[in-house]
């Protein structure tokens, strides 16, 4: 074999040897496959300690339940029985020892995120009951009128 085989043969070899340098300085030493076998495919194993770390923000409405049992109750018996109390006050992190209060917004904006009446009628989004915004009582907070923790159709 010539010279024509081995210099193309040289050049690869020399790429090969350059990417494995520079993977040993861009992969981070605990990459791997670990104690567990093949089950978790390659990765950090720092990365576990990484998730650890991160705060669960949202608690679920059964955290809830015994400090706001009035609202817990009212809402399970209601329409909005399929909505997490989160949703509309927002994450409630360490509630009540940090923060002390969640969010209350009372803007048409927050009821109008599920109440603007959309058409499309593969999404059940569709179901959910819609008012025109401009027609409905336009000047007024929704909980003027509605309780949110048990809205119905007529007053309070
Ligand atoms: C350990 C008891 C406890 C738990 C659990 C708890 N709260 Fe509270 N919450 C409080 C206290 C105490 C306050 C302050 C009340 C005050 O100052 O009027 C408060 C205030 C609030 C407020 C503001 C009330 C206002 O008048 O400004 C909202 C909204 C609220 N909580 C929602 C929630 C939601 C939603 C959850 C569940 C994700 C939750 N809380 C879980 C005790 C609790
Ligand atoms: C659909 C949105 C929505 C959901 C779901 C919801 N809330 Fe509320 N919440 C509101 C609004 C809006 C207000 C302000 C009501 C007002 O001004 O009369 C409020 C007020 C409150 C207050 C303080 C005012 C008061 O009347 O004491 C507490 C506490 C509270 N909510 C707790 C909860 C808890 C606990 C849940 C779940 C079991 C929940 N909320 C679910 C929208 C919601
Ligand atoms: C996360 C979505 C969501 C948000 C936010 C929301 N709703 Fe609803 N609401 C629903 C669903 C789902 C129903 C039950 C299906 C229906 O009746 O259309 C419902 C039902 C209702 C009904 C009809 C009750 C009945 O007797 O049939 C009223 C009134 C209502 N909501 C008012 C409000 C008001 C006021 C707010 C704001 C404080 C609000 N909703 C925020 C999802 C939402
Ligand atoms: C001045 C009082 C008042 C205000 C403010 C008000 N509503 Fe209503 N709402 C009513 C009454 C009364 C009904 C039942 C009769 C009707 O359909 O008009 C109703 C009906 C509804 C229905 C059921 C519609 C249906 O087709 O069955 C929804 C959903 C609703 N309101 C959501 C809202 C939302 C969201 C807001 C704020 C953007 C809001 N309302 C503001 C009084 C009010």
């Known amino acids: 074999m010539g010279n024509h085989v081995f210099r193309p043969l040289f050049v690869v070899i020399g790429i090969i040897i350059l990417i494995l340098i520079a993977r040993s300085f861009y992969v981070p030493h605990d990459f791997g496959v ?15 300690e990484d998730w650890k770390k991160v705060q669960v923000k949202y608690q679920g409405r059964d955290y809830c339940k015994d400090c706001h049992s009035d609202k817990y109750e009212s809402i399970m018996r209601s329409p909005h029985a399929i909505i997490q109390c989160e949703n509309c006050h927002g994450p409630a992190v360490d509630h009540p020892a940090n923060p002390p209060k969640l969010t209350i917004d009372r803007s048409r904006q927050l009821c109008l995120r ?14 959910i009951r819609g008012i025109d915004p401009d027609r409905h009582n336009r000047d007024f907070e929704c909980s003027t ?12």
């Open 34 to 48: 670990h104690e567990r076998g093949y089950m978790y495919g390659w990765y950090r194993e720092g990365n576990i």
């Open 145 to 156: 009128c509605h309780n949110p923790h048990k809205p119905n159709l007529s007053i309070r």
């Open 114 to 127: 599920c109440h603007y009446p959309l058409p499309y009628p593969t999404s059940g989004r569709a179901k």
